[in-house]
């Protein structure tokens, strides 16, 4: 029987299943309020990725949620679940990754989306749609029962009294003063209309309805996320970009005296550091933060190389501003008459490939280890035609902080290698090989990183590096972007010395877990990954050690908001 005072056999399994699906369409209330917020404000969070590379197990090719997460990852990071992590108490404490909280150690954003949270705004109305949905839900079973009449008549009632709220109503603050009590009345009627035993296939059709609506919503916010997050993360902030075109522009109307000291630009006897960079701040941090740390720096040499789009405000910035006894010298990249055959069409910046692989066989997806890679761009290997009188350089990338003395790497003997790196011991060749093909490397051996590397550009003209790397990358073109790192891989096996690990720390751009101690006595703080210290997005408590390089007190940094 369908009324509410049959006791048959089959009442009790029909009851249970009502009461389940009650349960859900509750759950699915409250879900479809956090998700669009979740996953809007949960962007996980420079300018240098290029590339990504899955190496984790795939997932089976008939579930949704998988396909929907295997292309999130792809697009961008690892976006955490909303129920992972419950306020700010949890961020700070040792969080438990196997129940599924935050992925401290590898770069989830869910402390980002925590510490920036925002009030979900319109949420009685949001909550108001629900209640009106699940309403209508069970409206057409309950009037079909004659004993549920009054019932019936006081469902139809809210449900035209909140059809005609929110037709008026768009906005919370377009609610009428009572609307608490007809929310309230609302949610009575629909928990009395829940107590009765009915026909559940019209509630089944409804509740199916709004799970559809829900998932496909949910799929549509996690592709949005991930297109928000690398816009955001790919793009020049809007400060950067007015620096960038007010120095351009007073380059041009103030006509300073370019000190051009062409002796000490090609002295080898000096110390030269060569920075790759079109971000006149970044690269003017990895030169301030090197420069305050040096025991002496009347024999320091930077060579900036830009592009000529940022050319004229780097010369400006660099004309205008000291560091010490250091000079700075500008470099176009794309001048083709300063260089001859050591030019490229555009510059191009340290590529950073994000790689994932599980941590064990039976890790779930959740639990995937990222390491950001970085490696030489096709600009590095110009580096012995540019210096043709240099026999040894430091390359430094723009997203790097200086915390102590460099000089000793100067007397660095590397045996006889071309390039003295940070070895990655994290990410094995052999983890790489299903990505790399069948080129033989040593599968044990550590791969290494781009940041802070010692070059021996004469040992580099004996052995021909860039040639190598030139046919390696035309042999591989098919591979687009991995094969940068395949043919970097490549030119340089056996040629890299393993600088010791105190040199460098890097992964201030992605992991939040890093040791405030091991910050602090690191020589070279590196911020690979996305979160650019210089960025929105930057992990907030590792920016400290980065902002405070900056001039505050500089008239352009002031007026583009560039301190914030």
Same mark, same amino acid.
């Given at each position: ?34 998700? +669009? ?28 949620? &998988? ?78 029962? +004659? ?43 629909? !928990? ?25 919503? !949910? ?42 000291? &062409?002796?000490?630009?090609?002295? +080898? ?88 692989? +599980?941590?064990?066989?039976? /890790? ?93 550009? /004469? ?22 972007? @991995? ?45 690979? @990954? ?35």
């Amino acid at each position: 029987m369908k009324g509410g005072s049959g006791g048959g056999g089959g009442v009790a399994p029909a009851k249970r299943r009502w009461r389940g699906l009650a349960i859900a369409v509750l759950f699915l209330v409250v879900l479809s309020m956090l998700v +669009p917020l979740g996953f809007l404000l949960g962007l996980h969070s420079g300018f240098h990725s290029a590339g990504h590379i899955p190496l984790q197990r795939p997932s089976p090719s008939g579930d949704r949620s &998988s396909h929907i997460d295997n292309l999130v990852r792809k697009l961008g990071p690892t976006l955490p679940k909303i129920s992972r992590i419950n306020g700010k108490a949890k961020m700070k404490s040792d969080v438990d990754e196997s129940e599924g909280f935050c992925d401290l150690k590898y770069g989830s954003y869910c402390i980002w989306r925590e510490e920036n949270r925002e009030e979900m705004q319109d949420s009685m109305v949001k909550k108001l749609k629900d209640q009106l949905f699940v309403a209508r839900a069970y409206f057409p079973s309950i009037a079909k029962i +004659p004993a549920q009449s009054k019932l019936s008549g006081e469902l139809k009632q809210n449900i035209q009294e909140v059809e005609r709220v929110l037709s008026e109503s768009t906005t919370d603050a377009d609610l009428p003063p009572e609307i608490q009590k007809k929310s309230r009345r609302m949610e009575a009627v629909i !928990a009395r209309a829940k107590s009765v035993s009915l026909d559940c296939n019209n509630v089944d059709k409804k509740l199916r309805q709004i799970f559809d609506l829900t998932e496909d919503e !949910a799929n549509f916010h996690m592709k949005q996320s991930a297109f928000l997050y690398q816009l955001a993360v790919q793009t020049m902030p809007k400060s950067l970009h007015c620096l960038s075109m007010r120095l351009t522009v007073e380059y041009f109307r103030d006509h300073l005296f370019d000190k051009e000291l &062409s002796e000490k630009y090609s002295d +080898p006897t000096l110390q030269h550091y060569v920075i790759f960079s079109n971000n006149v701040i970044a690269s003017s941090v990895v030169i301030n933060s090197t420069v305050v740390h040096a025991r002496d720096t009347v024999n320091q040499v930077f060579h900036v190389l830009t592009d000529l789009q940022n050319y004229y405000a780097m010369k400006h910035w660099f004309l205008r501003n000291t560091f010490r006894d250091a000079v700075v010298q500008v470099l176009n990249i794309e001048d083709s008459d300063s260089y001859g055959k050591a030019t490229l069409s555009h510059l191009t910046l340290p590529v950073e490939f994000r790689v994932s692989f +599980p941590s064990n066989d039976s /890790a779930p997806a959740i639990h995937n280890r990222t390491q950001y890679v970085s490696i030489f761009s096709h600009s590095h290997y110009l580096l012995p035609e540019i210096f043709k009188n240099l026999e040894k350089v430091v390359v430094l990338d723009d997203d790097v902080v200086v915390q102590q003395d460099l000089s000793a790497l100067w007397s660095l003997n590397m045996g006889g290698k071309v390039t003295g790196a940070i070895e990655i011991c994290s990410v094995k060749m052999d983890q790489l090989q299903s990505y790399l093909g069948e080129h033989s490397f040593q599968k044990h051996s550590c791969s290494w990183m781009s940041g802070l590397n010692v070059i021996d550009l /004469a040992r580099w003209r004996d052995l021909d590096i860039s040639e190598t790397y030139w046919k390696l990358v035309k042999e591989q073109v098919s591979m687009k972007e @991995g094969s940068a790192l395949l043919a970097t891989l490549l030119s340089f096996q056996d040629q890299i010395y393993a600088l010791d690990r105190v040199w460098v720390l890097s992964g201030l751009g992605h992991d939040y877990g890093l040791d405030i101690e091991g910050i602090k006595k690191a020589a070279v703080l590196h911020y690979n @990954g996305n979160m650019k210290p210089w960025l929105d997005l930057g992990i907030p408590k590792y920016k400290e050690y980065w902002k405070k390089f900056l001039n505050h007190e500089d008239q352009y940094l002031s007026e583009c908001n560039v301190n914030r």
